[in-house]
């Protein structure tokens, strides 16, 4: 057996979670409480923790791990006391605390959800309190007679061959149908995703979408002969938003020719002939070479250039000469635009505040 405790303070959303219809195996145990609702229980201990208003996670989240071949000999009866004891040599005889079995997994696992204020008022220790939930479960188990976590190595429960092969070889085939088809529409657009769909449904594969309190879906289940997989069992490929990536058509223009080091030379040295400019670098432009129309463009170009020249030597005069081109070279220019920028934007700035 294996437990774990935590402080959290999201106890409505941890209600709703272990009510959850698909999860909720069987109603345990409610300590302390009279309703039976997610939304009940939450009113009750809200009623109770209200009256602290400086501890911040008022609630605790506990899960009991059952092993397999233990879950065989255990009754309801059973089950609820394992959960009574649990709850009791934690400490929460005069919390609030509600107890649910989970049947979502290959194992049976009970998860409580306590109020970590007290009916007193008392706030719950939760100093280490994850290892006290560990030791607890230990003794527990020795008391039992069931299996001790720690004698057992730790693997992750889709991975468990050996505890389930039926599900392990149903998982396999269900991965050999999704890749082969996924391969087969891959890059097709909304109709391969059709087809995608259309082939799974005849290979016997169901698709069930996942959707949140909000109606927003948030994940996919596969079904086949039987058995459930999450849509990450079965490949990072078929998640939610991934799937749906796999199938976009690939942009198919021709890329951009690539700037080669042996075309920067050349580059440079066509901007070191023509001496200072009075437009910088990223400012000037280049006029298209062999075409009819190089003419009026470059008569253009030389009309915004001396435009520039002639907002530039204004701006040098009213600055009293202090900025000498000769010495500066491009950061004659840049400087001077810097200037008439902010002229413009002190004259906006001015209007403003006439009007």
Known sequence: MIGKCKAIAHGSNALEYIFREGKLGKALLFH???????????????????????CRNKFLRMEIGIAPQDEKRLSLVSVRNLASNFAR????????????????????????????????????????????????AEELSRKYGMTIAKEVKAEKKHKKTKSSPTREQTKQQVQKICYALLEKYKGT??????????????????????????????????????????????????????????FEISNKTEPKKATTMADEPVKSKTQSD???????????????????????????????????????????????????PQTHGDDYAETAWQHRLRNQAKKKKKRGRGL
């Open 32 to 54: 302390n409480l009279c309703g039976t609702t997610p939304k009940e229980i939450y009113e009750e201990m809200k009623m109770v923790s209200d009256y602290n208003t400086r």
């Open 189 to 246: 657009g909304i109709t391969g995703h059709s087809m995608f769909l259309y082939d799974l449904s005849k290979s016997g594969v169901t698709i069930e979408r996942l959707k949140n309190k909000q109606g927003k879906v948030y994940g996919l289940k596969f079904s086949y002969a039987g058995q459930s997989f999450k849509a990450s069992e079965i490949g990072r490929e078929f998640g939610y938003r991934s799937l749906q990536k796999n």
């Open 274 to 324: 023509t001496g200072y400019q009075l437009v910088p670098p990223s400012r000037s432009y280049t006029s298209p070479a062999n075409t009819n129309e190089s003419s009026s463009i470059a008569q253009a170009v030389g009309n915004v250039a001396s435009t520039a020249i002639n907002a530039a030597e204004e701006i040098i005069s009213g600055a009293g000469g202090l900025i000498n």
């Open 89 to 136: 040599r934690m400490g929460l005889a005069n919390h609030q605390w509600v107890a649910v079995t989970h049947r979502d997994t290959d194992n049976m696992h009970i998860h409580i959800i306590a109020n970590r204020i007290s009916l007193y008022g008392e706030v719950y220790d939760t100093t280490f309190v994850s290892n006290r939930a560990a030791r607890v």
